[in-house]
């Protein structure tokens, strides 16, 4: 991401092979999700960096065929900000996504953050 936020500690995409499902790079597009919901709530928000800040809980569920059709993938993470007035925050949460259908035409993922903490740093 050029230009983007710092990113620390994210595993290489090509030690998660269970996430192709979210593209050939997971991290951009969690990155652009999480910046796009941060700013729906505060339009004047600005993403300075974000750490991953463990291993990613990965949870795929195989069909009778041995096909993995579903797949939740939740990340702890350090989400440094900067709010609309201009006032630094360090979030710590958890992102998600949850993915079903996989590999049909009713493929459908959805995502979501779990805030733990909000400090003014």
Do not use: K, N
């Not at 600005?46 to 990340?75: K, N, Q, S, Y």
């Not at 949850?98 to 049909?104: A, F, Q």
């Amino acid at each position: 991401m050029t230009g983007g936020p710092e990113l620390y500690g994210f595993p290489p995409p090509g030690r998660l092979p269970d996430l192709r499902w979210l593209g050939p790079d997971y991290v951009s597009v969690l990155v652009h999700d999480l910046t796009r919901g941060l700013r729906a709530q505060d339009p004047g928000t600005r993403v300075m960096g974000v750490r991953c800040e463990g291993e990613p809980e990965l949870r795929p569920t195989v069909d009778p065929a041995g096909v993995i059709r579903a797949h939740d993938a939740v990340f702890p993470l350090q989400v440094y900000v900067q709010d609309g007035t201009g006032r630094p925050w360090r979030l710590r949460g958890r992102w998600s996504y949850s993915g079903r259908d996989l590999g049909t035409p009713a493929a459908s993922i959805r995502h979501y953050w779990r805030l733990e903490s909000a400090e003014g740093v």
